[in-house]
């Protein structure tokens, strides 16, 4: 019995270390007309899945331009103009890419950056799936932006 209980307890431990393990720092690069959702976003998608998120802001043209010169970025949120040109320079992955809203006339997507490199794939999918989600699009309605 006392075996039983060791060896549960053992396997407590290992699953709460596999799960610390597991949480990430994931680095969001992200056009600036998305600061006020993602301001809300970020602390529920922390809360709901472990991961912590770190957002830079920048101009979808600076966006473009530290992607391109192959910054350290898990997730990307830019206009379609440029969302395709980096597909196109195989900058990030064209399977992640999800549409999340309309600010006049520009559709503003999220992709993850390319599974070579960022260093964590699978939080930036789960983050871009999150943000693509009916609890998002909700919170862009909130902030005056037109889901997808």
Same mark, same amino acid.
């Given at each position: 019995m006392r075996a039983i209980r060791l060896l549960a307890g053992l396997f407590l431990m290992a699953g709460v270390l596999a799960a610390q393990a597991s949480a990430a720092e994931l680095k969001v690069l992200s056009a600036e007309a998305m600061r006020p959702a993602l301001q809300e976003l970020a602390p529920a998608f922390e809360k709901e899945s472990g991961h912590k998120v770190k957002i830079d802001y920048a101009s979808a043209g600076d966006i473009e331009k530290k992607v391109g010169d192959s910054e350290d970025y898990d997730v990307v949120i830019v206009d379609q103009k440029r969302t395709e040109a980096l597909r196109r320079g195989a900058k990030i992955? #064209? #399977?992640?890419?999800?549409? /999340? $809203? *309309?600010?006049? #006339? *520009?559709? /503003? $997507?999220?992709a993850a950056s390319s599974v070579f490199l960022s260093e964590q794939p699978v939080g930036a999918k789960t983050l871009v799936d999150? /943000?693509?989600g009916a609890k998002a699009k909700e919170v862009y309605k909130a902030k005056g932006l037109q889901p997808s």
């Open positions: 992955v #064209g #399977g992640t890419i999800k549409r /999340l $809203v *309309s600010e006049q #006339g *520009s559709d /503003l $997507v999220y999150f /943000l693509a």
